[in-house]
Structure formats: structure tokens, C-alpha cells
């Protein structure tokens, strides 16, 4: 069983839309961080300015990792709808739970194959 047309341009539309904004919040945040800024290397600040660029250069990685995850999920699942194969879990090869999907459209596994993995 594979999804209609008119359903997987839909998910393709949204999966396309919130690659944007993932791209987008990636910017952003590059912009954001203290060690972006090429005159912090010349700037004389006191230690307590030091480790507050540092705390928040590291918050911003951590944000920067998360969403080249989410984007590396997003591009995934656009590439299972080119392949046909958008919707089918990667462990039993059965189809994902509709319901499950709309919550989660880049899942890789059903439900079951998700809880044996988390084990």
C-alpha cells in the first residue's frame, strides 16, 4: 500500500516548508553566536565576559546539532517519497501508523520497532 498523490504532495509541501525554517533558525543562530564575531579575538574583556561567550558560543552548538538532526530527517524523508518509500518502517517493513505520521512526519520506524530500539 502506498500513499496517494494529493496526500504526499502535502507532506512534501510541509516537509519542505519547515526545511525552510530549519534553515532559516540555523542562520539565525550562526549570527547570534559570540564566536562568529571577528573582533572578539581583539577585544580585551574580563574572564566573566570570556566565560559568558563561551556558555553561550556552547548553547549554540547544541541548538546548531539539533537542528542539522532535524534537517538531516526532513531531507531523509523527502528522499523516501521521491523512492517510494515514505511511510514504511525501515526495521519490519510494514507501514507506519497514519496517526503516527501526522505527529511525526520523519518517522523512521512503527511504534513497535521504535520501543525494541529504545530497549
Known amino acids: 500500500m502506498k500513499f496517494p498523490l494529493n496526500v504526499?504532495?502535502?507532506i512534501?509541501?510541509?516537509l519542505n516548508k519547515e526545511k525552510s525554517k530549519v534553515v532559516s533558525n540555523m542562520s539565525s543562530l550562526k549570527s547570534q553566536d559570540p564566536f562568529s564575531d571577528?573582533?572578539?579575538l581583539n577585544d580585551n574583556a574580563a574572564s566573566d565576559t570570556d566565560a559568558k561567550e563561551e556558555i553561550s558560543h556552547e548553547r549554540m552548538?547544541?541548538?546548531e546539532k539539533e537542528l542539522r538532526l532535524h534537517l538531516e530527517?526532513?531531507?531523509q524523508a523527502l528522499?523516501?517519497?521521491k523512492r517510494g518509500t515514505y511511510g514504511r518502517c525501515l526495521s519490519c517493513h510494514k507501514m507506519i501508523d497514519t496517526?503516527?505520521?501526522a505527529i511525526?512526519?520523519?518517522a523512521l520506524y512503527c511504534v513497535e520497532c521504535e520501543k525494541k530500539r529504545e530497549k
Open 8 to 10: 504526499l504532495k502535502k
Open 12 to 14: 512534501t509541501d510541509h
Open 38 to 40: 571577528p573582533d572578539r
Open 61 to 63: 552548538e547544541a541548538l
Open 73 to 75: 530527517e526532513i531531507e
Open 79 to 81: 528522499a523516501r517519497i
Open 99 to 101: 496517526d503516527r505520521l
Open 104 to 106: 511525526k512526519p520523519t
